[in-house]
């Protein structure tokens, strides 16, 4: 059984930082990994992703370069700054059927709970 573990949600300023932490587990690290976000009231949005080996990256169009997304095996991060109250979401990391899998939720199995990120204005 694969789990997906978040952390690193929490309670910011506008204009404020984080870095998310996505535990994919020991047999994740030739798969995909990604980031979604959903806000209450709208539909799950794709933040970003990271190929196994880290060369393919793919941004949500919202991003702005003001993310960054990284791994080391199993282990995916997602760095936020210049965060906004638009930001205000559940994030939740999913691991991909392959190596890669882009923006696509369709090529994500695994699913983990989210960590809430609130980012006050």
């Known amino acids: 059984q694969v789990r997906l573990r978040e952390s690193g949600g929490g309670m910011v300023q506008a204009g404020g930082s984080l870095r998310l932490t996505c535990d994919a587990g020991p047999t994740s690290s030739d798969n995909a990994l990604g980031w979604f976000r959903q806000a209450p009231g709208k539909e799950r949005e794709f933040v970003a992703s990271i190929s196994w080996n880290s060369e393919r990256l793919t941004y949500g169009d919202f991003v702005k370069g003001r993310f960054t997304v990284s791994r080391d095996r199993s282990i995916m991060y997602l760095q936020m700054n210049s965060l906004s109250a638009e930001d205000t979401a559940l994030y939740v990391c999913?691991?991909?059927?392959?190596?890669?899998?882009?923006?696509?939720?369709?090529?994500?199995?695994?699913w983990g709970r989210g960590t809430q990120v609130t980012v006050s204005s």
């Open positions: 999913a691991r991909g059927l392959s190596s890669f899998a882009g923006r696509d939720p369709a090529r994500y199995r695994y």
